[in-house]
């Protein structure tokens, strides 16, 4: 009995002798590919669609680029009655905690800033977020013989 595998595989044909005209012509050819265009919002645009295109009015404006920080201030006013060292200290204890939602924390006469925007999809919201600071801080302030409130406000600037 013959092997199958053998048997199988049949002889290539001769092949001709080419020259290098007739090599040259069959080679593989490089194509330049157009680049594409990124656009702010990340998206890919094809740019030989946009360069042909030439009505401007066809053509979609470019979405205003996405905010990439947005920063939440704590405003103790009750810190005003104290020192300035003492006010260092009480903002850098409270700072420890805020920390426990941000992981960039700024410091401000009788205030503390921190970016959330990175925070809110884990913490599930803003709401979330002022919750678990308010638990946080509270009892703090209140371990300081402070009143044990603060104001607070979201903005996309640390100036607001």
């Not at 490089?30 to 042909?52: C, F, H, K, Y």
């Not at 979609?60 to 939440?72: F, I, S």
């Not at 060292?85 to 009480?90: G, H, L, R, Y």
Request: hydrophobic fraction near 35%; glycine fraction near 4%; proline fraction near 8%.
């Amino acid at each position: 009995m013959k092997d199958p595998d053998i048997t199988a595989q049949l002889p290539l044909p001769a092949t001709k002798k080419r020259t290098a005209e007739e090599a040259a012509k069959e080679a593989a050819k490089i194509v330049a590919l157009p680049l594409p265009n990124l656009r702010v919002d990340g998206a890919i645009e094809d740019r030989e669609a946009s360069e042909t295109s030439g009505d401007s009015s066809t053509s979609a404006p470019n979405p205003k680029p996405r905010r990439q920080n947005l920063w939440y201030a704590l405003y103790f006013p009750q810190l005003h009655e104290l020192s300035d060292p003492q006010q260092i200290q009480v903002l850098n204890e409270l700072a420890g905690l805020v920390e426990s939602v941000s992981s960039t924390v700024s410091f401000h006469p009788q205030a503390l800033i921190c970016e959330i925007r990175s925070s809110l999809k884990y913490f599930g919201g803003i709401d979330s977020i002022h919750d678990k600071l308010k638990a946080l801080l509270r009892p703090a302030l209140e371990q300081r013989h402070l009143e044990d409130y603060f104001l607070y406000a979201a903005t996309p600037t640390v100036s607001g």
